[in-house]
C-alpha cells in the first residue's frame, strides 16, 4: 500500500544521502537500535526533589555527558541494552523533575513569559497544566523518511505567524481533547504498533506541552524515534532537555536576520534563537530542516537561511525546501504574503539552494 501512496517513502530507504544524514533514526525505526528516551530511562541519576534546580542542572549536565558515552557503547555493541537495569531514579526522570519545575515560571520557550502554568494559568502560548490534542493519526504527507508518521497535533503555539496553516490549533479555536499521560502514551505505543516509523510531535508547537510529553514517554515501552517537530522558538533550558529524548530535530527554520520575523510572527531574536538551536540540535541528534519560502522573502530570508545552513550545519544536512505557502488566517495583514508563490520564485529557490552549496535538499 505504502508503495502506492507514497513510493518515494518507499525509494528513500536506498537514498544514500538520507541514509547518512538520518542513520540512527533509519536504525531506531527498524528496530536495529533503541530510541534515546529508552536509553535516558536506563540511565541513573542521583537527585532530590529538595534539591534547588541549580543543583539539579548541574546533575543534568553531568548526566547528559556521561548519556553521550553510553549511547555510543550500546550503539556499537560495545553494551546491551537489554542487560541494563531500570535505576531507581533515571536520568529521565531528572528531565521530567527540571520540566515541571520550568512550568511554576514557564520559559520554555525563547519569549520566557514567567506565568505558573502548573496552576492552569495559560502562557503566552493559551496552554495550561492539562495536554490538549487536536488530533492524532499517521500522517502521509510528511518527508518521504518520516511516512507513515505517528502524529500527534497539540493544541497552542509560541509563535504568532499571520499566515499559519494549522490556526485553528495554534491559536485554540478548537477545544482539543484532554489527554493524562498515561492515555496518551496508548496513543503512541498504538501508532507504533500500527507500522508508524516515527512519533511526531507536533502543532501548534510542542514546546509548550515538553513536561507532558516526557511524562507521556515515561509510560512507553515502545522502541519509537521520537520526531520534535517545532518552530524552533525554544529556549536553552528546553534545547538542554531536549537532548537525549528527540531522536529527530525536524525544525523549522522560518526568517532570515532581518526584522521578517518579529513583523509577521511576532517572534522577537528569532534568528539568534534559532540558530542557536540548530547547532544544540546537531550536537544531540539528527536534523532534518524545514525552510518555507515565502513570497518576496527570497533574499531577506531563504538565502541567508540557505547559505548559514550550509556553512554551519554542512553541505549533506537534510533541508526540505518547501513551496507549500499559502494564504491563510491573517496573512492579508502582511502585503507581500497575499499570495502563492511564482514559477520563478520556486525556480530561484531551487538555485539558491544549489549555489549555497546543499547536496541534500528535497522540494
Not at 520566557?112 to 492524532?136: D, E, L
Not at 508547537?205 to 522558538?233: G, I, M
Not at 542557536?276 to 541528534?285: D, F, I, M, S, V
Not at 548559514?308 to 499559502?326: C, D, H, P, S
Amino acid at each position: 500500500m505504502l508503495k502506492l501512496l507514497r513510493p518515494d517513502a518507499v525509494a528513500v530507504l536506498d537514498d544514500e544521502l538520507a541514509k547518512k544524514s538520518l542513520a540512527r533514526y533509519f536504525a531506531v525505526f527498524r528496530n536495529e537500535k533503541s530510541a534515546k528516551f529508552m536509553i535516558t530511562k536506563k540511565l541513573p541519576a542521583e537527585f532530590d526533589k529538595n534539591d534547588s534546580l541549580e543543583e539539579l542542572w548541574k546533575e543534568h549536565a553531568k548526566r547528559t555527558d556521561e548519556f553521550c558515552k553510553i549511547e555510543h557503547e550500546i550503539d556499537t555493541d560495545q553494551k546491551h541494552f537489554h542487560g541494563m537495569l531500570a535505576p531507581e531514579k533515571s536520568y529521565f526522570d531528572l528531565k521530567i523533575e527540571i520540566a515541571n519545575r520550568i512550568l511554576q515560571n514557564c520559559h520554555l520557550c525563547s519569549r520566557k513569559c514567567g506565568v505558573n502554568r502548573s496552576t492552569g494559568k495559560q502562557g503566552y502560548c493559551s496552554c495550561g497544566n492539562v495536554m490538549a490534542v487536536s488530533s492524532i493519526f499517521e500522517h502521509m504527507g510528511e518527508e518521504p523518511e518520516l511516512v507513515p508518521s505517528g502524529t500527534v497535533f497539540t493544541m497552542g503555539c509560541t509563535m504568532r505567524c499571520r499566515h499559519c496553516q494549522n490556526w485553528t490549533i495554534s491559536q485554540c479555536i478548537e477545544t482539543g481533547t484532554k489527554y493524562s499521560p498515561q492515555n496518551l502514551a496508548k496513543e503512541v505505543e498504538r501508532l507504533r504498533f500500527n507500522g508508524c516509523r516515527n512519533v511526531n510531535l507536533v502543532g501548534g508547537e510542542p514546546t509548550p506541552w515538553l513536561p507532558h510529553w516526557l511524562e507521556t514517554f515515561k509510560h512507553v515501552n515502545a522502541n519509537v524515534p521520537v520526531v520534535w517537530n517545532s518552530n524552533t522558538y525554544y529556549s536553552p533550558e528546553t534545547a538542554q532537555l531536549l537532548a537525549g529524548f528527540a531522536d529527530v530535530y525536524l525544525l523549522d527554520f522560518k526568517y532570515g536576520p532581518g526584522d521578517c520575523a518579529e513583523r509577521i510572527s511576532d517572534a522577537p531574536d528569532y534568528w539568534e534563537v534559532c540558530t542557536r538551536n540548530h547547532l544544540e540540535a546537531k550536537k544531540h541528534g539528527e536534523l532534518l530542516i524545514r525552510v518555507l519560502v515565502l513570497p518576496n522573502h527570497l533574499e531577506c530570508c531563504t538565502k541567508p537561511i540557505l547559505n548559514w545552513i550550509t556553512e554551519k550545519l554542512g553541505a549533506e544536512t537534510r533541508v526540505n525546501v518547501m513551496f507549500q505557502y499559502r494564504p491563510e488566517w491573517r496573512a492579508h495583514e502582511i502585503p507581500e504574503l497575499h499570495r502563492k508563490l511564482t514559477r520563478d520564485e520556486m525556480e530561484k529557490a531551487i538555485q539558491l539552494s544549489e549555489k549555497a552549496g546543499l547536496k541534500n535538499f528535497m522540494t
